[in-house]
């Protein structure tokens, strides 16, 4: 199982729980206002008030977590229909883990160390002279300190 297809089940039992929840919610908010309003008719009190007023706040947060259920399954099954046969190697075709190289100018995973087209060292650090930093030899200035990397 690769990273996505991780990423993607654990997105969609995120988008389980949170359903589970709404239905608890729902459940035990509608129970409370029940109960609240069947006191009521014994006089009005702060009890009564407050089980409405909690059961009432049960169910606004449940349609929280219902609009979170519905966005988890929504990204998890687009991650499914987009990438779900994918393997390790082709991870991150058409992503934006994406460089180009240098030298040839192909396309090129930001993971990978040589291009697989020109052979071409992809991860050349230069050593920052003012901070000791290693930083990508693609920067003009270093990203820790901001002195120029001018070679
Ligand atoms: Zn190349
Ligand atoms: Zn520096």
């Given at each position: 199982?690769?990273?996505?297809?991780?990423?993607?089940?654990?997105?969609?039992?995120?988008?389980?729980?949170?359903?589970?929840?709404?239905i608890?919610?729902?459940?035990?908010?509608?129970?409370?206002?029940?109960?609240?309003?069947?006191?009521l008719?014994?006089?009005?009190?702060?009890?009564?008030?407050?089980?409405?007023?909690?059961?009432?706040?049960?169910?606004?947060?449940?349609?929280?977590?219902?609009?979170?259920?519905?966005?988890?399954?929504?990204?998890?099954?687009?991650?499914?229909?987009?990438?779900?046969?994918i393997?390790?190697?082709?991870?991150?075709?058409?992503?934006?883990?994406?460089?180009?190289?240098?030298?040839?100018?192909?396309?090129?995973?930001?993971?990978?160390?040589?291009?697989?087209?020109?052979g071409?060292?992809?991860?050349?650090?230069?050593?920052?002279?003012?901070?000791?930093?290693?930083?990508?030899?693609?920067?003009k200035?270093?990203?820790?300190?901001?002195?120029?990397?001018?070679?």
């Amino acid at each position: 199982m690769n990273k996505i297809e991780k990423g993607k089940k654990a997105l969609i039992w995120l988008g389980v729980g949170s359903f589970i929840l709404t239905i608890i919610l729902i459940v035990v908010g509608i129970f409370v206002i029940i109960n609240g309003a069947k006191s009521l008719s014994n006089g009005v009190s702060v009890r009564n008030i407050f089980e409405i007023v909690a059961g009432s706040i049960l169910l606004l947060i449940s349609f929280f977590f219902a609009y979170i259920g519905i966005y988890f399954c929504w990204v998890g099954s687009a991650i499914k229909a987009t990438n779900g046969s994918i393997k390790d190697d082709d991870l991150c075709k058409g992503t934006v883990n994406m460089k180009k190289c240098k030298n040839c100018g192909s396309e090129v995973c930001l993971s990978d160390k040589v291009c697989g087209q020109c052979g071409n060292k992809l991860e050349e650090k230069v050593v920052c002279e003012k901070c000791k930093s290693k930083i990508d030899s693609s920067k003009k200035h270093c990203t820790k300190c901001g002195e120029s990397l001018k070679k």
